[in-house]
């Protein structure tokens, strides 16, 4: 396994379990909107970095895991780093955006950062499927990535957990114009999934101007 990978998941664990454990370390830094207007601007990075919970993290690392060789190869160590951290700020981003006036608004996770890498996975392997232990069939890698933002848009509207949704489509923003800067001729190469990866991201646009999320 790549030794930068293992360092994010290495990274991820260990602040995790930290979080777990100490209440008060949890607190100091996840995503906290007051806290970060009021100064505490490093929430925006060290929150990627706590999970609510045991399966929060799992799945995260899973998915980080399964996806990021694929963004390695193709681009490289540097290139997989600049979009693992540039989804990460942009799934941060967008969440202050979305929440700047919910002062007690709190949320967790490196989903904006491993969502940027599945999103920047599925533009550099299209055809790429998936083998789900719960599904018999091979996904296609798109159909998960999409499924995946419209399960946010859910848990967005939900507001239940403490699981940063927001920052799901903030990274993959941050994957998709990334990946797509660095490697431009899918414009024309891979349209068709150019345009059915941008779905869910207008939709999520639309239904906030709708007053719907």
Known sequence: MNIYLIAIIVANVLFSIKGFSDIAFF?????H?????AGEQVRMVSSAFLHADWAHLFFNM?????FAT????????FSFLLI????????????????????????????????????AAILLNP??????????????????????????????????DNIGHTAHFGGA???????LIKEPQMLTENTLMVI??????????????????
Do not use: Q, W
Not at 27 to 31: D, G, I, L, S
Not at 33 to 37: A, E, F, V
Not at 135 to 144: G, L, S, V
């Open 127 to 160: 055809d790429m499927s998936l083998y789900l232990y719960f599904i018999p069939i091979p996904i296609p890698a798109y159909i998960f990535g999409i499924g995946y933002l419209l399960y946010s848009i859910y848990g967005m509207k939900a507001k239940n």
């Open 196 to 213: 059915l990866l941008a779905i869910p991201i207008i939709l999520l646009f639309i239904l906030e101007k709708a007053g719907k999320i």
């Open 62 to 66: 899973f998915t980080l895991y399964m």
């Open 33 to 37: 909107m007051g806290s970060i207007r």
């Open 70 to 77: 694929v963004v390695i190869d193709n681009l490289g160590n």
């Open 84 to 119: 693992y951290m540039g989804s990460l700020i942009c799934g941060s981003l967008l969440t202050m955006v979305f929440h700047k006036d919910e002062y007690g608004y709190r949320a967790v996770g490196a989903s904006g950062a491993v969502t940027g890498i599945l999103y």
């Open 27 to 31: 607190r100091k830094y996840e995503f």
């Open 173 to 179: 923003i941050g994957g998709y114009v990334i990946t």
